[in-house]
């Protein structure tokens, strides 16, 4: 078992519904560790860098139109294979196939506003952790 971080983003449908507090307590609850986070209001250009690797996908423009909607919260989870973990709390992409009591299952309101980002892979989390901060901002 090894120490990772991970990039997490509550995404604009969790916020509108200031779900955020219940949504960080299920990380805490699991044993992730939140060693960083900010509320931001993405750009068009953000929202597109961050999902450059979808940019052929049908769902695409929908999907930066979805994360520029409203706020989201930008985070850095810390802890035992924090990007699995974080995937499992998560829930699978579609609410319809999430397993009980994952986040997506429990506060998803479609496959699009899907309540929280997770990276994939810990090479991702790297490149994603780098895009929204600053190693200063990070406090393990
Ligand atoms: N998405 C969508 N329609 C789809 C598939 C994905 O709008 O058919 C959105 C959804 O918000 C998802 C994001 O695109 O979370 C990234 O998709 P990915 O397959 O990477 O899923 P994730 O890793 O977020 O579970």
Excluded: W
Excluded at 39 to 51: I, N, P, S, V, W
Excluded at 76 to 93: D, F, K, P, Q, S
Excluded at 115 to 139: K, L, M, P, R
């Amino acid at each position: 078992m090894a120490t990772e971080r991970t990039l997490s983003i509550i995404k604009p449908d969790a916020t509108r519904r200031n779900l955020t507090g219940q949504i960080n307590a299920r990380f805490e609850a699991k044993g992730l560790r939140i060693v960083a986070q900010k509320r931001l209001q993405l750009t068009k250009a953000q929202a597109e860098g961050f999902y450059a690797v979808h940019s052929e996908r049908p769902f695409f423009n929908d999907l930066v139109a979805f994360m520029i909607s409203g706020p989201v919260v930008v985070q850095v989870l810390e802890g035992e294979n924090a990007v699995a973990a974080n995937r499992e709390i998560m829930g699978a992409t579609n609410p319809a196939n999430a397993a009980e009591g994952t986040i997506r299952k429990d506060f998803a309101e479609s496959i699009e506003a899907n309540s929280v980002h997770g990276s994939d892979s810990a090479e991702n989390a790297a490149i994603e952790i780098a895009y929204f901060f600053a190693q200063t901002e990070i406090v393990g």
